[in-house]
């Protein structure tokens, strides 16, 4: 079994930071494939972030130049610097690991981006 749980978010003023953290747990022998999505109210989820056990990385448009994921000094932690938040930034933030054959979630972490 793999635990993730997610800590950072809350309640910003539109231009502010956030950084959110995800610490995986459980039968992990290794480094893993992480990600972070979100999902707004009556919005599909959608991803925000990725990072291969390699390091690579892949954001979404929208998050491009803004958001940062990287992995922390633990191997299956990884966090979300997310600077110029916007309204539209404002969803349940969910990390998600793969260990073949399936993606572990969390419970998700409320941002909520507003004057």
């Known amino acids: 079994q793999v635990q993730l749980v997610e800590s950072g978010g809350g309640l910003v003023q539109p231009g502010g930071s956030l950084r959110l953290s995800c610490t995986a747990s459980?039968?992990?022998?290794?480094?893993?494939?992480m990600g972070w999505y979100r999902q707004a109210p009556g919005k599909q989820r959608e991803m925000v972030a990725t990072?291969?056990?390699?390091?690579?990385?892949n954001y979404a448009t929208s998050a491009k130049g803004r958001f940062t994921i990287s992995r922390a000094n633990a191997k299956n932690t990884v966090e979300l610097q997310m600077n110029s938040l916007n309204p539209e930034d404002t969803a349940v933030y969910y990390c998600?690991?793969?260990?073949?054959?399936?993606?572990?979630w969390g419970q998700g972490t409320q941002v909520t981006v507003s004057s």
């Open positions: 998600n690991l793969l260990l073949t054959p399936r993606y572990y």
């Open positions: 459980g039968s992990i022998s290794s480094i893993r494939p």
């Open positions: 990072i291969s056990t390699g390091g690579i990385t």
